[in-house]
């Protein structure tokens, strides 16, 4: 595919439920980064991977949260005993060179989590 | 430290006239900034940005950005929009990682 995919594209959970939420970047980009928006928020970062390196995960909220990207393509962001607080859009975007700066991010449709 | 400030949550306006979306950025280093469009049901899609040159960038569909060092801002503007502009738009600056994206500003496009 010509750009970065996210499924399931909407999941309901009930509260304590664990979830995995999947990201498929552009073939070939090097980093990966997780998002999650709330209702009426801009992104806030939750973690960056460069190829299978887990680099920053300052923004994950808690140990509930977990990431990985195991051969540096595909990743899953997986989260545990999922709250009401959870409930957000969560957005994959990759990039073909290095983190941050100028490097021009592509955003995926984003999974949005209900949690009940 | 990094960030961005979008004043205006929501933006409405006619359609065909000009419209211009403020975001005040606060940095400590070399600034780079970008804006970024949220159609609804969709993921961020990139406008512009602004990395280094002439301050006046322009972006894809019509809109162009003026980086101004003085009053630390980097306004979105569009001379007439169309009802196709209605979206999210947000402004963010780089961080080591990742971006910092301001708490956007819903523009609503009226026929």
């Known amino acids: 595919g010509a750009g970065v995919s996210q499924s399931p594209r909407y999941k309901v959970a009930k509260r304590g439920q664990d979830v995995a939420l999947r990201c498929d970047p552009i073939s070939g980009h090097v980093s990966l980064f997780w998002y999650q928006q709330a209702l009426g928020q801009g992104p806030e970062f939750l973690t960056y991977f460069q190829n299978e390196a887990q680099l920053d995960k300052s923004g994950l909220p808690s140990d509930r949260f977990f990431a990985e990207r195991p051969e540096g393509s595909v990743s899953t962001l997986k989260i545990q005993r999922t709250q009401q607080e959870d409930s957000a859009v969560y957005l994959c975007a990759s990039s073909s060179t290095l983190a941050g700066l100028i490097e021009t991010q592509y955003f995926g449709p984003g999974t949005r989590l209900l949690v009940l | 430290a990094q960030s961005v400030t979008q004043l205006d949550s929501q933006v409405p306006v006619f359609e065909e006239a000009p419209v211009e979306l403020r975001c005040n950025y606060s940095s400590s280093v070399s600034v780079y900034l970008f804006w970024y469009v949220q159609y609804p049901n969709q993921g961020l899609q990139l406008l512009l940005k602004y990395l280094s040159g002439s301050t006046l960038v322009k972006g894809i569909n019509g809109f162009e950005a003026e980086f101004n060092k003085s009053q630390t801002s980097f306004h979105l503007r569009k001379p007439s929009v169309h009802i196709s502009d209605t979206a999210e738009y947000f402004c963010?600056?780089?961080?080591?990682?990742?971006?910092?994206f301001g708490t956007g500003t819903r523009l609503t496009v009226i026929p």
């Open positions: 963010a600056v780089p961080g080591a990682n990742n971006l910092f």
